[in-house]
């Protein structure tokens, strides 16, 4: 008698967990398949891509960097649509062993999640010095303003769209052994036009020769980054935990519906 009342209640459950389950996964196969489709856009048709984005101004490496971001696109909404379509297929077919992998995929990636948000705070000050190496360093070796270099593009578009200059500052540019900063008369620029706030040629000769805070961006790259995200911290930690709350209800959700259908089927042997 106690087994069978512990069947009608799983029974009962059974169909309640499994349709919310299979609704709150939804979401990921749409963002999955929205993912490739901007990755294909991006493939198939970059110019309207690049114009809408206000990125015509890219050159060949650039749009090369657009290009290799849009096959990473593409490669994790393929991931995340498989990943919403288990969690359909398992939840609609009961089927646990489908389930099961579900829940491990959720409790793998909340572990990475939560490692990395726990190391990221732990070893703020390391992966800061280490980034302030890595940029400096590739300012000194690699940096050369008119060149078609990944890196040399991506740090004057940073210039323009964060206003800044340099890593750290300005004086960065004094160690760029690649660039060649003497001008046709012979005198010698101290920042690159990057680093400009006015972009006509009579402007940037002023800005590039004698760089002030009237004609030229003061402030290091680095210290817009970290005043950027202090803008939006309380928009990034609240997204942040939007998902891991998601994804914890999705665990929980899952783990039921496995309960649930083990549950019933002992109950019916």
């Known amino acids: 008698m106690g087994n069978n009342r512990i069947g009608r209640r799983a029974d009962a459950d059974l169909p309640c967990v499994r349709d919310t389950l299979v609704y709150s ?20 048709d970059d110019p309207s ?13 650039g749009r090369s960097v ?6 990473v696109i593409i490669t994790g909404g393929c991931a995340v649509l498989l990943f919403g379509i288990l969690g359909i297929v398992g939840a609609t077919l009961e089927n646990a062993c489908l389930i099961g992998t579900y829940v491990a995929l959720i409790a793998v990636i909340l572990s990475l999640e939560v490692a990395a948000a726990v190391l990221g705070i732990v070893f703020k000050q390391e992966w800061e010095r280490s980034l302030e190496t890595l940029v400096q360093d590739n300012i000194k070796d690699k940096y050369d303003e008119k060149s078609s270099d990944t890196f040399t ?8 769209q964060f206003q800044c200059c340099g890593f750290l500052n300005s004086s960065d540019f004094n160690y760029a052994v690649k660039w060649n900063k003497t001008l046709a008369n012979g005198t010698e620029v101290s920042v690159p036009s990057s680093c400009c706030k006015a972009l006509n040629e009579t402007h940037q000769v ?22 950027l ?3 939006y911290q309380g928009v990034i930690i609240g997204v942040g935990i939007a998902i891991v709350a998601g994804e914890l209800c999705l665990l929980v959700l899952a783990l039921c519906l496995i309960c649930n259908v083990v549950s019933n089927k002992y109950s019916l042997d």
Not at 66 to 71: L, P, Q, S, T
Not at 153 to 158: D, E, G, P, Q, S
Request: with cysteine; glycine share 8%.
């Open 25 to 44: 996964s939804h979401g990921r196969p749409i963002l999955g398949a929205v993912a490739i489709g901007l990755g294909i856009w991006i493939v198939v």
């Open 49 to 61: 891509f690049l114009e809408l984005a206000k990125l015509n101004q890219l050159d060949d490496a």
């Open 66 to 71: 657009v290009e290799n971001g849009a096959y």
């Open 153 to 160: 593009v991506a740090l004057n578009t940073f210039h323009q």
């Open 206 to 227: 002023l800005c590039t020769l004698t760089p002030a805070s009237s004609n030229s961006y003061t402030t290091g790259c680095k210290e817009a980054l970290e005043d």
């Open 229 to 231: 995200f202090l803008r």
